[in-house]
């Protein structure tokens, strides 16, 4: 084999690799996390909590489907 026909597979193999390995990731489910100074039981954190997630679903994220929020 000659080397630039070497060079010629390799480079035809780089250029493909990335590709591939990207295309694994499509459904890949994004996470947020929040931290809040409020307790878990309390109506102004969870009202906050309610407005923040209708805010992304307007935006097309939906939690369980493209996101998961994680709350602290």
């Known amino acids: 084999m000659r080397r630039?026909?070497?060079?010629?597979?390799l480079g035809g193999?780089?250029?493909t690799w990335p590709l591939?390995?990207?295309g694994q990731h499509a459904n890949q489910i994004r996470q947020?996390?929040?931290l809040m100074a409020y307790a878990e039981d309390d109506p102004d954190?969870?009202?906050f909590v309610t407005e923040f997630r209708e805010g992304l679903e307007k935006l097309g994220w939906a939690e369980g489907r493209n996101?998961?929020?994680i709350t602290r």
Do not use: E, T
């Open 4 to 9: 630039r026909d070497l060079l010629v597979v």
């Open 13 to 15: 193999a780089a250029v």
């Open 20 to 22: 591939a390995a990207r």
């Open 32 to 34: 947020i996390g929040m």
């Open 45 to 47: 954190g969870q009202a």
């Open 67 to 69: 996101i998961r929020i």
